[in-house]
């Protein structure tokens, strides 16, 4: 709050103000005063798409210090009319609330805990592991001797909240590396 | 008549809410009419000259409007903010209005304590010159907290009245003030006769006394006034225990403190009787054994009876609170007086005041 | 949908799964229409709707039967509407025997494949191979004739002792149903799991179909079937699928020994010289796939590196891949967003699989039962699994959310809509894009200098997306492989405008034909977002449809055959006699100048010889089928079989369950034994899973949330108070609930939404379980998980499976804790004596029938049909597309387990070519590409207008209209204005 | 037809002047409304509101946040019920049409404000409206009908609504009632007369919203709705103790503990021209945002649809300017008795009765002062 003024004392403002029965004007806060929206103040709204049901809701997301702020409907989507379902309202919580992992966890075979570990690290580890089973359980031929050209080692199962350019090159890696147990969401 | 109303809720689950209000409340309402009470006291024994009533008097209202303040504060979510309370002045507020009423209070009370202290402690305060100023205020200052006391004592039934909880504003329509100002009575004349020579509580005995017969017939007029939902909760449960021991307790300490006032009278008579008899001093060993025993047993009464006052005061306070409370949490006390109070003014025809309408 | 005058919301919770879908429901109600939820429970959506008509879960094809066979029987059917846009006038072959005949088969059964073969349900036809038909619609052999036995029997009657369904509720049905379809009025179906997830799934919305061509309902205003599906871009994952049968744009994954060559490969998929249409430039989109998957490596010397594409030859779906875990067939699995422990059948089936892997990456936001099952799974808890025992080697890596990265979601109505990357992704959290591209690079890097020939495509692939500034892949530049390039030339490297611009030649490039267009002149037309204020109705500006942003199909059939609107009321799309073209409130689903009177002598020859009133364009005739010669495995029209688990006997036939129906005999599967057969007892009632508002799915995006788990704290079971008297349950106390393959515990939820429903003379409890919750340590809210009771079996079209309906019994009180669990789980399958083969006899018929059934079959192959399995490969004909060799291949992929018994061998082979033909639902069309509607619903789609009845087309038009002249010229006019064919009904906007 | 502007700012308690805003509202619904709670979740999470409870359910349908209150600023409702009380409800709602109009009376509270307008203005008639003397009752036509008002010429004979020609809805022997409850911005709110601190203020929009930089937490408010919706945010109402170990607590962000909270209508997004966030989810349109006066002139028109199709069950609440609280800017279309949705049949505000309180608080203060005197007189010594 601002320094005190005698004038701003809401007992004064009531008899200086119509508001004689200080329920008004006359009470109200210099914060209040200032009162504005977080949406009004993001440094920026992007439009995206609500990542739960297939009905396509618009959403508008907020943005401020690089932090999603808020995510609400987006009233110029022809689908949603700037409706959400209570999911689509909680995406912002989807989004922030605590509990969310950012580091990568490792359990080693027999382990009782997980432990932290790098993402480059990682990603070579699950590499080399992609690299093993694969040739592992390769196939060439089936017993009629037509070619399968293909690994048995490998299986995937998609959600469906994953993008169709994602999508497309998991599906162009594991093809060409003759993974064919590829199923996601859409079978279950 | 009004038609039985089948009761529907929502799986019981209240409507109102009670309000946050724990123990610190009650004993801020005991509190606050003790004090207001007890500076009317104090006003009437500096005007009527009992210095010993006047100091414990005067005493008890500093404490109590302190403890009292205290007790309100700490009940705040956010206490270090009590100062917002002086923010505004509202009408519409009770809570406001008590908040002045007892600053109000608090100052004249204030002077009058500085005024007594000094004088116990022999005129030692490091006042220098404003001693005369100091002292030469006491009567403004005992009228001016007597100004503020009764409605200090009153305000608290408007205050609980004032709300949307079924059994205290029922209360507060039916006269919650008169049982609470007679409460304030009771506790401060109570506290007195504990706190102040027999000889000179004659005034809080008195005033006790009225207390305790308004107390009664208040609050049978005020449980008359309203809906027996919105008065099950003063006869029920543990509010309804706590209301009935403050009866007993009222009862118990105006009978005795009737037999102070009767036994003070009867031994000031005798003591009169004695002086004019043999003179003052010739009473001989064995009758100043007797006073003595006399005086010491009418002290004791006066303590106890006092005693027992005051805790009546409180129990009223308590089970009065408690009784709000306990109306909040079944939906009854809500749905049925204000469903009985619709039927009967449609069935007197008043038809267009209904939140609920059909159009 | 807002258009209808009357809803039938059979088989979806519409309110509850799809609320902002629902608005559109909301508006319609508002403007008189009758909305009526046919539901065996009364949920959010019943409690807004007109009407609730409970029924028992599986029962729904007896239901929309009799509503068929009412409208036949009294002539309610819009007979105009039916005898110009329907094959109701087709003769079916002689040989064709219907399951009325044959106690519950049609003809062509063959018991050693479990399947059929379809060649006698196909057209009669005359010499030019042109179909015959009977305008009067009185000869038996017409589909109309046929359509009307089939269903005789299917009344009111059946209806209240099969479904549970009132007299007069069936009646209220009718009335509803009839009064507000025809010229002025139009009812709409909307379905979703309720549908798909039983083993009749696709013939469950076949039989909506049926009844909607009757009414005249599809193609028009309000009309329609509705297929609500439940992800985000579940639609997206088919198109560009992550599927193990499909490759992008619904190409299929090669066959081994059917699509040996590039030439076998082609020709399966389509070719001007077997096809129509688009399909006939199958060729081209093959090359494209090819040449943007492996750039220069992709030749025409080297048919664009065909070979480097792995061959399928059997099912790989998700329950087949589960059984090769558990027989240690499978090193690393791949989670990406998924969580099979909780959200899949049988989850300890699932979990106990994954404790045999040798590694597993799990790619979530949060720790998900899928990710912790080794430590706090229920297998731990009752000592099955022991955390310091299993070797699975796990990785947890976190995974950036919608707001992380940049991409586009399709959502149910193929609208493709581009999403913004709001903030960077926190920590090590990083999009599924960036986490595969790296993997390629590394997994290259490693065997750059390999040798092997098996390393080639990975080495040859193309894999050099730009990174932008924060080192991330540029989605976008991923968008624009998928749409398409020109290769060489003065447009070297532009974005393809469209896939007619695709060539065969090794010119262009493109990852997903449907797609091209998205990155039209270098634009991402995704990410349009003209506000719909300032736009019409169509919001033709907002995002991208496929194909070509099309976003409303098949509305010549809203206007009469003469080209008139059917009514003033109903007026969409009609005939400009002025400007000669077609015109309305909606671009015109048909090629734009064709008069309603144009005939083409020619049956085939692509939309050039389009009549000028056969509205349903993708199909080879025009026509809305009735009858389905092909397309389905399980039958040319929709029977009523019982439930896999089912405590009822059939009442129409003595074939109880679905002959075709795929189970899986194991011991971690065991069903319960059936109506009739001893045991069944000890499961009597029904427990049927649903979702609920506040949680998706398995929970991993919701259980995690205070906002919504709060709102759904708790597992519960609801029941009726019938139930509750019955066994004892108390309100919101515990109560364990156990089938044939787990126990779980659950809050009771007593309420009268439940219905005991009255069938066969009993008293059939249906109890209804949410399948949100799961045992794990680290969500907000955790439960039993519904899923966990559920056994696998499914349906043969698609390879869904059943979860609609699962015997099994209650009891008051918690379930057992530890290994207790265990052996009370057992207690209950001693009691009821199952073994692997409980409940799992395919067909119960005699012996005699089955024989006649083939041998019907036999007769018609020596009829000359010169279709069987046409484009046998693509697997588009059901049941034999792989023959024997299927069987061998379907061994070679399940034998593996110890109970890979003939049985389920054979049923997976059948699996393989119905989800061949899955994918190849949207392959068929002629002129255009339907909508795969394919979803956790059913893949087979939705809206049989995109669905069903597109997906027949193309091998109706092989097997019976095959012979007929072919015209590849005719494409050029295909070509030449995508607007002016397009596919179907769909004003839906959800 | 609505009356509450007839009087130029005397709409509601306190003051603006200049203020350019019509008076903002809700209309929610409840005929519409499909449960889905989008409105709690949209709510909360705007205001970044603490999520409430234990993770047990509540027993109550579908309904595990309860009631309003310091976190829970939307809550929906859900209520079963069979056959019986739909008739019940069907005949309840018959009578009340049958009340009439509520507009008839001549207004009573604000064309006679006093200097304390408002609520306490309101008061003295308004008591005299409860009927606390019935002598001196301003005269009430009874059963008239408002000619101009939306459905007046319907028929008001219960026969005739019974034999009206309309299709009586179906689902008749059982249905689930679904209501989004909030906040109700009384036209005289009791939370706001009763504040000590000024931390309730009515705003430009005639709303009324708690300052939470200035409540000190005192609870007086949480007494002073009628309605049950305000309430301090404390440990209790964050976190409610369970005896179960499997239920825990979300570990979340607290903000503005210990201080009075509920719905500010959205205060923050009003000041920028937005629309509130639960208004703005809203799949269904149940819950309606917009200026008071169309919202109710909304509800009035629909409860007339409804009663055209027979759902003589439907009936508005806080439509009246006349009730007791002079009519709520929250208005609902509900479809049975309002306690049925725990909601109060007849309130209150509280502060309609303080001038009497006063007025009785001040003898008894003087009687005590007198009871005082006459102690000191009849204790002569």
């Known amino acids: 709050m601002a320094r005190f003024s005698p004038l701003e004392w809401p007992v004064i403002r009531q008899l200086r103000s119509s508001d004689a029965s200080g329920r008004g004007e006359s009470v109200v806060s210099q914060k209040t005063r200032e009162t504005t929206s977080r949406t009004a103040t993001a440094d920026k709204v992007v439009q995206s798409v609500c990542p739960y049901c297939a009905v396509g809701c618009g959403q508008k997301v907020f943005v401020k210090d690089d932090k999603v702020i808020q995510i609400e409907g987006d009233p110029d989507s022809p689908i949603s009319r700037g409706r959400l379902c209570p999911k689509g309202a909680a995406s912002e919580q989807l989004v922030n609330a605590n509990g969310r992992v950012t580091d990568v966890l490792y359990r080693a075979p027999r382990a009782k805990d997980w432990q932290k570990l790098d993402l480059n690290t990682a990603i070579d580890m699950v590499a080399d592991r992609f690299i093993e089973a694969r040739r592992k359980h390769w196939e060439d031929f089936d017993e009629k001797g037509h070619p399968l050209r293909r690994t048995m080692g490998i299986a995937s199962l998609g959600g469906a909240t994953i993008d169709n350019e994602e999508n497309y090159l998991a599906k162009k890696l594991y093809t060409a590396a003759g993974a064919i147990q590829i199923e996601n969401q859409a079978r279950i | 008549m009004v038609e039985d109303v089948e009761f529907s809720s929502y799986y019981g689950r209240p409507i109102v809410k009670a309000p946050p209000w724990g123990d610190e409340i009650a004993i801020y309402l005991f509190l606050g009419g003790l004090a207001g009470g007890s500076s009317l006291l104090g006003l009437g024994a500096q005007f009527s000259d009992r210095p010993g009533l006047r100091i414990a008097t005067r005493l008890t209202a500093i404490t109590a409007t302190a403890a009292g303040g205290a007790a309100l504060v700490s009940d705040l979510g956010r206490p270090e903010r009590f100062l917002n309370m002086m923010r505004v002045f509202k009408v519409s507020s009770p809570m406001s209005l008590g908040t002045w009423i007892l600053s109000g209070f608090g100052v004249g009370s204030g002077v009058l304590t500085a005024i007594e202290v000094d004088r116990l402690t022999g005129q030692r305060l490091p006042l220098g010159p404003l001693r005369r100023v100091l002292h030469a205020m006491e009567t403004p200052a005992a009228l001016e907290s007597a100004l503020f006391a009764t409605p200090l004592a009153a305000y608290t039934g408007a205050l609980l009245g004032d709300t949307a909880v079924p059994t205290w504003n029922a209360a507060g329509r039916s006269g919650l003030s008169f049982v609470f100002v007679s409460s304030a009575a009771v506790a401060a004349g109570g506290a007195a006769m504990a706190l102040a020579p027999v000889g000179e509580t004659g005034p809080a005995r008195l005033l006790a006394l009225a207390g305790s017969a308004g107390d009664v017939i208040g609050m049978d007029q005020m449980k008359k006034g309203m809906h027996p939902a919105e008065v099950d909760p003063l006869e029920d449960g543990e509010p309804g225990r706590k209301l009935h021991r403050a009866e007993k307790l009222l009862i118990a300490g105006a009978v005795g403190t009737a037999a102070v006032e009767v036994g003070a009278r009867v031994f000031a008579k005798k003591v009169a009787q004695g002086a004019g008899a043999g003179g003052v001093g010739t009473g001989g060993a064995g009758s100043s054994s007797r006073n003595w025993k006399t005086r010491a047993a009418l002290r004791a009464l006066s303590v106890v009876s006092g005693a027992a006052l005051a805790a009546a005061s409180a129990y009223t306070r308590f089970g009065v609170l408690e009784a709000g409370i306990e109306s909040t949490k079944d939906p009854r006390h809500v749905v049925e007086p204000q469903r009985a109070r619709l039927e009967d003014r449609r069935a007197r025809g008043i038809v267009d005041d209904s939140i609920t309408t059909g159009t | 949908m807002a258009n209808a005058d009357c809803i039938i919301i059979q088989g979806s919770n519409m309110a509850e799964c799809h609320p902002v879908g629902f608005q559109w429901v909301t508006e319609a109600k508002a403007r008189g229409a009758r909305v009526i939820h046919v539901d065996p429970r009364f949920t959010r959506t019943t409690a807004v709707a007109d009407k609730h008509v409970p029924i028992r879960a599986g029962s729904d094809i007896v239901l929309l039967g009799a509503l068929i066979n009412r409208v036949l029987s009294d002539g309610l059917h819009f007979d105009e509407y039916v005898r110009a846009y329907t094959n109701a006038t087709n003769l079916i072959s002689e040989n064709y025997q219907d399951t009325e005949d044959l106690g519950g088969l049609f003809s062509g059964f063959d018991p050693e494949t479990n399947s059929y073969d379809n060649s006698t349900w196909s057209y009669q036809t005359d010499e030019s191979g042109a179909p015959v038909t009977d305008e009067s619609l009185q000869d038996p052999r017409t589909v109309f004739q046929i359509l009307k036995r089939h269903y005789a029997r299917y009344t009111p009657e059946m209806v209240a002792e099969n479904c549970g369904i009132k007299p007069a509720d069936f009646e209220y049905l009718v009335e509803s149903v009839t009064q507000n379809s025809g010229r002025d009025r139009t009812t709409c179906f909307a379905y979703a799991v309720g549908w798909t997830q039983h083993s009749l799934g696709a013939q469950f919305i076949r039989t909506a179909s049926i009844l909607q061509l009757l009414l005249g309902n599809m193609g028009r205003p309000g009309g329609g079937i509705m297929a609500l599906r439940g992800h985000a871009t579940i639609q997206g994952s088919t198109d560009i699928p992550t599927l193990f049968n499909l490759l992008p744009g619904y190409l299929p994954m090669p066959s081994a020994g059917v699509h040996e060559t590039f030439e076998e490969y082609v020709q399966a998929v389509g070719t001007p010289e077997t096809h129509k249409g688009y399909w006939a430039n199958g060729r081209s989109y093959a090359t494209n796939l090819l040449k943007a998957w492996w750039g220069d490596a992709a030749t025409k010397d080297n048919d664009y590196a065909y070979d480097y594409l792995p061959k399928i030859n059997g099912a790989h779906g998700t329950y087949q891949t589960q059984v090769r875990m558990l027989n240690d067939g499978v090193d690393g699995y791949f989670l990406l967003g998924q969580n099979p422990a909780v959200g899949s059948a049988n989850g300890r089936m699932q979990r106990m699989a994954m404790s045999h892997l040798k590694w597993m990456v799990v790619r979530d936001f949060r720790l998900i039962e899928s990710a912790t099952w080794w430590k706090d799974g229920p297998e731990i808890a009752s000592g099955e699994l022991k955390t310091e025992d299993i070797d699975t080697e796990m990785f947890f890596m976190p995974a950036a959310n919608h707001t992380e990265k940049a991409g586009t979601f399709t959502q149910t109505q193929r609208l493709v809509q581009w999403r913004h990357k709001a903030v960077n992704p926190p920590g090590a959290a990083q999009s599924e894009l960036d986490f595969f591209f790296e993997l390629g690079k590394r997994v290259r890097e490693k065997l750059k200098d390999s040798e092997d020939p098996r390393d080639r495509p990975l080495l040859d692939m193309t894999w050099d997306y730009p990174i932008d500034e924060e080192g991330e892949v540029d989605p976008e530049s991923v968008l624009a492989e998928i749409n398409g390039y020109h290769i060489g030339g003065e447009k070297d490297g532009h974005p393809l405008e469209n896939f007619n611009q695709m060539t065969d030649d090794g010119t262009t490039a493109g990852g997903c034909w449907i797609y091209a267009g998205i990155y039209a002149g270098g634009e991402n037309m995704a990410a349009r977002r003209k506000p719909r204020a300032e736009q019409d109705e169509t919001a033709a500006e907002w995002a991208w449809a496929w194909p070509a942003n099309r976003r409303i199909l098949y509305n010549r059939a809203s206007a009469a055959p003469d080209g008139t609107p059917w009514s003033e009321r109903k007026k969409f799309v009609w005939w400009d006699e002025e400007t000669g073209k077609w015109t309305g409130k909606d671009v015109p689903d048909f090629p734009i100048d064709r008069a309603p009177s144009a005939r083409s002598d020619r049956p085939h020859g692509g939309p050039a010889n389009l009549d000028g009133d056969d509205p349903f364009i993708m199909q080879a005739d025009g026509k809305g089928w009735l009858f389905a010669p092909s397309g389905m495995v399980d039958g040319p029209m929709p029977t009523h079989y019982e439930p896999q688990e089912s405590t009822v006997n059939n009442p129409l036939y003595d074939q109880q369950s679905s002959p075709t129906r795929l189970v899986m005999r194991r011991e971690d599967n065991l069903s319960a034994p059936g109506a009739g057969t001893p045991g069944s007892e000890v499961y009597p009632h029904v427990f049927t899973t649903y979702r609920l508002t506040e949680h998706h799915t398995a929970g991993g995006m919701s259980r995690w949330l205070p906002y919504l788990s709060e709102l759904q704290p708790e597992m519960f079971c609801e029941i009726s108070p019938e139930l509750a008297a019955e066994v004892g349950l108390e309100p919101y106390g515990w109560a364990t609930l156990v089938s044939p393959r787990a126990a779980i515990e659950a809050r009771v939820l007593v309420t009268k939404r439940m219905t005991p429903l009255r069938i066969g003379g009993k008293t059939i409890h249906q109890i209804g379980l949410p399948y949100h919750w799961g045992v794990g340590g680290d969500a907000t809210v955790e439960g039993d998980s519904a899923n966990d009771l559920l056994g696998v079996t499914m349906d043969p079209n698609v390879f869904i499976q059943n979860s609609k309906y699962v015997a099994g019994t209650i009891l008051p009180g918690r379930r057992p804790r530890g290994p207790e669990l265990v052996d009370f789980v057992e207690k209950y399958q001693r009691e009821a004596g199952l073994s692997p083969e409980s409940g799992n006899q395919l067909v119960t018929v005699s012996d005699d029938v089955v024989a006649e059934s083939l041998a019907a079959d036999s007769a018609a192959s020596k009829g000359g049909h010169p279709h069987r399995g046409g484009d046998s490969a693509v697997g588009v004909t059901p049941g034999r597309t792989f023959g024997g060799e299927a069987t061998d291949s379907g061994k070679a992929t399940d034998s593996a387990g110890s109970d890979g018994s003939a049985e389920s061998t054979d049923a997976a082979s059948v699996v393989d070519s119905a989800d061949d033909r899955t994918g190849r639902i949207d392959i068929e069309p002629t002129e255009t590409v339907n909508a795969n509607r394919a979803d956790d619903g059913d893949p087979t789609d939705g809206d049989p207008n995109r669905g069903y009845i597109g997906k027949d087309a193309h091998s109706t038009q092989e097997g019976n209209l095959g012979e007929g002249a072919r015209d590849s010229g005719s494409r050029s006019d295909e070509a030449a204005d995508t607007n002016t064919v397009d596919n179907g009904d769909n004003e839906e906007e959800d | ?381």
Not at chain 4, 15 to 34: L, N, V, Y
Not at chain 4, 240 to 254: G, I, S
Request: glycine share 10%.
């Open chain 4, 1 to 381: 037809m609505s009356t509450t502007t007839v009087d130029d700012n005397a709409v509601a308690d306190g003051h603006w002047h200049g203020s350019a805003h019509e008076r903002k509202g809700f209309f929610t619904d409840t005929s519409i409304c499909i449960g889905c709670k989008a409105c709690e979740v949209a709510c909360k999470e705007w205001n970044n509101n603490p999520q409430d409870g234990t993770f047990e359910l509540l027993g109550s349908s579908y309904d595990n946040t309860g009631s309003l209150g310091a976190n829970t600023w939307r809550h929906v409702a859900f209520v079963e019920q069979d056959g019986e009380r739909i008739e019940a409800a069907r005949e309840s709602g018959r009578k009340l049409v049958n009340l009439g109009m509520p507009s008839i009376r001549p207004r009573t509270d604000e064309s006679e404000a006093k200097p304390l307008d408002g609520a306490l203005g309101a008061a003295e008639s308004g008591s005299a409206g409860a009927g606390a003397s019935g002598g001196g009752l301003p005269e009430t036509p009874p059963m008239g009908i408002d000619l101009l008002a939306p459905g007046a010429l319907e028929p008001s004979d219960p026969e005739d609504i019974a034999n009206m020609d309309t299709t009586p809805p179906d689902t008749e022997d059982f249905r689930w009632l679904m209501s989004s409850d909030v906040c109700k911005h009384c036209t005289h709110a009791g939370c706001l007369d009763v504040c000590p601190t000024g931390a309730l203020f009515r705003t430009e929009f005639d709303t009324v919203v708690v300052q939470n930089d200035v409540c000190n937490g005192c609870g007086t408010c949480v007494a002073g709705c009628p309605f049950g919706v305000i309430e301090r945010r404390d440990d209790g109402t964050i976190n409610t103790p369970t005896d179960r170990d499997d239920r825990k607590a979300a570990d979340m962000d607290v903000p503005d503990k210990n201080t009075a909270n509920k719905c500010t209508l959205c205060y923050d997004r009003l000041v920028d021209g937005q629309e509130p966030a639960c208004a703005q989810t809203c799949p269904t349109e149940s819950i309606k945002f917009g200026d008071h006066e169309d919202m109710v002139d909304k509800a009035h028109t629909r409860v007339a649809d409804l009663h055209a199709k027979g759902m003589t069950e439907a009936r508005l609440y806080g439509a009246n300017p006349n009730d007791g609280v002079g009519g709520t800017g929250s208005v609902f279309l509900i479809l049975d008795e309002p306690e049925v949705y725990g909601l109060p049949p007849d309130p209150r505000v509280p502060t309609k009765d303080l001038p009497q309180m006063y007025a009785s608080a001040g003898m008894a203060a003087l009687g005590m002062f007198a009871a005082a005197g006459l102690a000191f007189l009849g204790s002569k010594r």
